[in-house]
């Protein structure tokens, strides 16, 4: 797999915005990467408790962020990642606070958000406008690569089935290009 190469159909917008078909302020049901989303088959339960049967053609979809495991699934990924970056001196210097806790909890909720999970991140911090918000930081390739390496380490334990940790990857990859804004 080649990791150096966006997945076809991202854009600089998508990494910063949102998935293809969703922006990121809207909460599109999209499917992130804009590919269909597997569907869910079988019966929904009703607000007041019943179930009905689900009619022909509408099927509930799956979002990348309930494929891959929910919550759960990018809370691990993103503690692992800032587990990382705590022992890296180059990218522990980027961030101002002390405590790692608060920037490690706005990235899981960005992803949760990205990956079609609660908007928690728009409704607390409005929209994500990830160029901006990393603007006041020197983002050159060495940081690039650095904070690659320790989301591949992050990715790599979570043991994804290989389509989904390719999207996820190819989107990674994107976006922490997206972000350099030095040279070096």
């Known amino acids: 797999m080649d990791h150096d190469h966006p997945a076809p159909g991202l854009t600089a917008a998508t990494a910063v915005a949102g998935p293809p078909g969703q922006a990121a302020a809207t909460g599109s049901a999209s499917a992130p990467g804009g590919g269909p989303r597997a569907g869910v088959l079988g019966r929904r339960v009703c607000d007041h408790g019943g179930v009905n049967e689900i009619p022909g053609g509408e099927l509930p979809q ?90 591949r380490v992050a ?3 979570l043991e994804l089935p290989a389509d989904q940790e390719r999207q996820l990857w190819d989107y990674l990859t994107y976006a922490a290009a997206s972000m350099i804004n030095t040279p070096g």
Do not use: K
């Not at 706005?106 to 406008?129: A, N, V």
């Not at 930081?137 to 690039?144: G, L, Q, S, T």
């Open 62 to 151: 799956q979002t990348f962020y309930e494929l891959v495991g929910g919550e759960e699934t990018f809370r691990r990924l993103v503690h692992r990642f800032y587990q990382g970056v705590a022992d890296d001196p180059e990218l522990r210097a980027m961030y101002p606070e002390e405590d790692l806790g608060p920037a490690e909890e706005r990235m899981r909720l960005f992803l949760i958000q990205y990956w079609g999970g609660p908007r928690t991140y728009s409704e607390s911090r409005g929209h994500p406008r990830l160029r901006m918000r990393h603007a006041p930081f020197a983002v050159n390739r060495a940081a690039h690569d650095a904070w690659l390496r320790h989301m």
């Open 155 to 157: 990715v790599d334990e």
